[in-house]
């Protein structure tokens, strides 16, 4: 395990505090949690990402409608 130092605005603080509160949970619980989380939520963007440049263009040379297509009408 390493050690990671962040500064947060009062704002961030007063929003931690109150995280801790309403869990029981420390200030390194909550942000281990939370940054779990958001990483979880990252890798999948990124793996959708990948996937649509990957199929996309075959997608759309089959005749399938992808979701640029229907945004791009919208605009």
Same mark, same amino acid.
């Given at each position: ?9 009062? !704002?961030?603080?007063?929003? $931690? &505090?109150? %995280?801790?509160?309403?869990? /029981? ?17 990252? !890798?999948?963007?990124?793996? $959708? &990402?990948? %996937?649509?440049?990957?199929? /996309? ?19």
């Amino acid at each position: 395990m390493s050690t990671l130092t962040v500064r947060l605005t009062e !704002r961030e603080e007063r929003d $931690l &505090q109150w %995280a801790c509160e309403q869990t /029981g949970k420390t200030k390194s619980e909550v942000v281990r949690e939370l940054l779990a989380e958001s990483l979880r939520g990252y !890798r999948l963007r990124q793996a $959708l &990402q990948a %996937a649509h440049a990957e199929l /996309g263009p075959a997608a759309r040379q089959a005749g399938w409608l992808t979701e640029d297509d229907i945004l791009r009408d919208v605009s």
